[in-house]
């Protein structure tokens, strides 16, 4: 009940789902949509992901919503949710615990209902028909998070919600997904001191627009557009040089309508 209102309400289109072409993008759009409905949501910085994944702090006017701006694209998708349910519930509340199997039955309850806003059984199971599909393995699991634009971990969980795999299957794949991220991760590093990471550039634009409040992205491009703010103001707010101010404009205009 709680998913199908969440869809409903802040209007998450399936298809438009699929056709976002990456789960970064998917993130802008399901930020953006929440927050047309008054939300405030903003990424928070110099805290350890294992500290605190996304904070919910309802208040009757705004309420707010904090993402860890260090995580990636699927997990801060998944962590709005999760924290809009708090939100929907009249909670305050920080959240490190996304993990399907809490100790504690309102973050289980929280993670559930993401999940199925996140990948709706109803889509799950269509997709399966659609395709056939009947043994599942780590590919297919990654096709299927590719589809929904989301993490394979929310993949897993939905199958076994979806009573697709046993207990000890779940626990098996997570398991793999787990040593296949930290290995890597430790690979990246490793590339990175050795410097054959050549291929790695960071994207300030992209950095500063995902960490920053939909809202707070359209103010500063209609202020800047109407002249209200100089190049030197966007830059200072968003933290970035000057140079980057045109491809912030570029980008920003595609999708804050």
């Known amino acids: ?47 350890p992901v294992e500290t ?4 919910a702090i309802y208040d009757e006017d705004t309420p707010i919503i904090g993402v860890n701006e260090k995580d990636r694209p699927p997990a801060k998708t998944f962590t709005i949710i999760h924290e809009l349910v708090h939100i929907l519930k009249r909670q305050s509340a920080m959240c490190n615990d996304m993990t399907a199997f809490s100790a504690q039955q309102e973050e289980v309850f929280c993670n559930a209902v993401a999940g199925e806003v996140l990948v709706p059984a109803a889509a799950l199971k269509a997709y399966f028909q659609a395709h056939n599909l009947t043994d599942i393995s780590l590919d297919s699991i990654k096709t299927i998070a590719d589809k929904f634009s989301i993490s394979r971990e929310v ?6 919600d979806t ?29 990175q001191a050795e410097g054959r990471e050549d291929s790695y550039r960071r994207n300030m634009t992209r950095e500063a627009i995902d960490k920053t409040s939909s809202s707070m992205c359209k103010i500063l491009l209609l202020g800047f557009g109407e002249g209200y703010f ?28």
């Open 1 to 47: 009940m709680y998913a199908e209102c969440i869809r409903r309400f802040f209007d998450f289109d399936l298809n438009r789902q699929y056709k976002c072409p990456s789960p970064r993008q998917f993130y802008l759009y399901a930020r953006k949509q929440i927050e047309a409905k008054g939300l405030f949501l903003h990424c928070f910085s110099d805290v």
């Open 52 to 55: 605190a994944r996304g904070i």
């Open 155 to 160: 993949i897993v969980r939905r199958l076994f």
């Open 163 to 191: 009573a697709r795999f046993s207990k000890d299957e779940y626990d098996t794949f997570t398991n793999e997904l787990q040593a296949s991220f930290e290995a890597e991760r430790e690979a990246s590093k490793i590339a």
């Open 230 to 257: 100089t190049k030197q103001d966007v830059s200072g707010l968003l933290g970035i040089k000057e140079k980057y101010i045109p491809k912030f404009v570029t980008e920003v205009s595609k999708w804050i309508r």
